[in-house]
């Protein structure tokens, strides 16, 4: 397919689909367990509706949002995802550089296959950072003592991976680690010229990590060092003294992504967290999870305004970007959108996904007769459903649950 062709993300999705072997198109693509929660994370906005406001005048519409002190041209964020090098050489550069083009932000992952240098060089001022816990506390330590020098402001910490999921995809494709593909997906990749160059080009077999590289022999294959990073990740045994142990050595903004409890936000914002994006990690994780824009309003009620609250998981649209900030969002963030670009058309397919959701945004403000962002708000709203509620208290130390007990509504 042309990338002239493009119209939607559903487009780009096609597209990578068409470029990719099966076993990584399914990593970008898929969700956990029963994919439920994959699927809720796009049925949930259709629960709204965006009320139109006419005889008004748009004729100057801006999208521009102030983040941390820094100002951006749209409300939305690349998220990190590890490992891209396997659908794209270099993808994390590129996505670096059409955040930078787009003045957006992203979140540059500690499980890239590119340097994050490599990313700085590209996007200056756009990169956060994103970390894992770690298991040794020294390992996450001196990697966040890394970001620092490197000049970052914003460090990134995903919560919401204390175990290794069940993603039956990735279990069917033969996914593992060290990376051994099935003579079916030898067969597959043959069929996928366009990868298959780009993937033997880069070396073939697992890609490179290289944030984890210095902590293993000098020498090591990408494999040692993907194994080392298991050994680190994921950190079952994380808690909130490991948030207090980052909040102490971060200097900067300190972000919580994948929070879905208003109570570990309220936690968050009492230990000085500067932010959270509330997420279920695309559906990726726990498949009956709720979907953040379910938690959205009950969160936004319970912290008020102590802290930027920021969304991700399931956006497509520019109009479900609009819904999230009605709820509450300041901010949205996109994964497979940007990823499926970047697979398919590299640098292109990244600006093209950016593109997409701009326009859309902008349009639909426009349709709803708002010309800022700062107008967006809940009476901007129709909701088809009442909203979920959580249908008891945490019980206290030695208690039993008590699940008739109400929290209340969103």
């Not at 590129?94 to 994050?116: D, G, K, T, W």
Request: charged share 25%; hydrophobic share 40%.
């Amino acid at each position: 397919m042309n990338i002239d062709k493009i119209v939607t993300i559903d487009d780009l999705r096609a597209a990578a689909r068409r470029r990719l072997p099966l076993i990584a198109f399914d990593f970008i693509d898929g969700g956990v367990e029963s994919e439920t929660c994959l699927a809720r994370n796009r049925q949930t906005f259709q629960d709204y509706r965006l009320l139109p406001r006419y005889f008004v005048d748009i004729s100057e519409r801006s999208q521009k949002t102030t983040l941390f002190g820094v100002t951006y041209d749209s409300p939305l964020g690349i998220c990190p995802t590890g490992i891209s090098g396997l659908w794209r050489p270099g993808a994390d550069e590129m996505l670096a550089q059409a955040a930078a083009e787009a003045n957006i932000v992203f979140a540059f992952p500690c499980a890239s296959n590119s340097r994050v240098e490599d990313g700085l060089a590209r996007a200056p001022d756009n990169l956060w950072y994103q970390l894992y816990s770690t298991r040794e506390r020294a390992v996450g330590q001196r990697l966040v003592g890394r970001i620092a020098d490197l000049g970052f402001k914003t460090l990134v910490l995903t919560a919401d991976v204390p175990i290794v999921p069940k993603r039956e995809r990735n279990l069917r494709n033969g996914f593992t680690r060290p990376l051994k593909f099935k003579m079916s997906t030898v067969i597959d990749g043959l069929s996928r010229p366009g990868w298959l160059m780009d993937y033997l080009k880069a070396g073939g077999g697992t890609p490179m990590m290289p944030a984890w590289q210095s902590y293993v022999k000098e020498g090591a294959t990408p494999d040692q060092v993907a194994d080392f990073f298991g050994t680190q990740t994921p950190a079952s045994e994380q808690t909130w003294a490991d948030v207090e142990h980052y909040r102490r050595i971060w200097p900067g903004n300190l972000v919580i992504k994948g929070l879905l409890h208003p109570q570990d936000a309220v936690r968050a914002a009492d230990l000085g967290i500067d932010g959270i994006i509330v997420s279920n990690h695309g559906g990726r994780q726990l498949d009956m999870a709720p979907t953040p824009i379910d938690m959205l309003p009950l969160i936004r009620a319970t912290v008020g305004e102590k802290m930027v609250l920021m969304v991700d998981s399931g956006i497509r649209r520019g109009s479900d970007i609009l819904i999230a900030m009605c709820l509450g969002a300041q901010f949205a963030f996109i994964g497979r959108p940007t990823l499926y670009g970047v697979a398919a058309f590299g640098l292109p397919g990244a600006k093209k996904a950016i593109e997409i959701l701009r326009k859309e945004i902008d349009v639909n403000l426009g349709q709803m007769g708002r010309t800022s962002l700062a107008e967006l708000g809940p009476h901007c709203l129709m909701q088809r459903e009442p909203p979920f509620r959580i249908m008891g208290e945490e019980p206290a130390a030695g208690e039993a649950a008590a699940p008739s007990r109400k929290i209340g509504h969103a």
